[in-house]
Structure formats: C-alpha cells, structure tokens
C-alpha cells in the first residue's frame, strides 16, 4: 500500500530532527537532510507496516493546512515523504518461501549423505552472491 504523510524536519545541535505528526511516536533523525529523509521512510514505514500486520487503523493523512501547521519547532519545515509498505514488506519480512530447484542427481546424493542443510547453505550462499552480510 502507498501512504502519503507529511513529515515536520527541524535541525537541532547539528542534526535533523524529524516527526512524523500523524502517526503517534513515530520520531527519527538523520545527521544530515538526506539522512533524516531516508530515516522518516524507514520509520514510517516500519509503523505503518506493524499497523497493517496488526490490523490496526491507519490513521487519516493530514489535509496540507493542516500539516503546515504542524512545524512548530524553530526553524522547523514540513515535507511529504512517499511510503510504500508494500516495499517495505518485500526487503525486510523475514518469513521462509519455498523455492523449487534443480540440481545434478550426483551433488543431491552426496549432500544427503553428508546430512548437507540445503535451504541453510543457499541462504549462505545467496548472501555471498548479493555480497549482503
């Protein structure tokens, strides 16, 4: 699902303060703009995600008066960020999906033998391959 919300930025001792008004608790911070804009995506993103998968509301989106009124923290600015819990969904739920594979009846038979954890060894090795740690 793709949400819209406004997000209220405000520097603060050399870092980028950054709320989230619609959505209670949700605060973050970058130690620069770029940051801070890619830490309010995650953030949102992680709250809209526990909402949907708790069949929880989501809470309604500010009409754009409202969310400029929502900059009150000196020199604070207000920016809409896109999120898409559909994407988020993709890159960080960690749930098993069975894969269908082929490989030669020789290398089948001696893993069995050597009692080899197939689905351990491709994650291994899926990992090494994408270079992710």
Known sequence: MKYVYPAV??????KMLVSVPDLKGCHTFGEDLAEAIEMAIDAAETW????ENKNEPIPPVSVPEQAFQKADYPNSFVNFILLDTDEYRRKHDSRSVNKTLTIPAWLDYQAKQANAPF?????QGLKEYLKIS
């Open 119 to 123: 689905s351990q060894i491709l994650q």
């Open 9 to 14: 930025f405000a520097p603060e001792d050399g």
């Open 48 to 51: 809209l995600w526990d909402a």
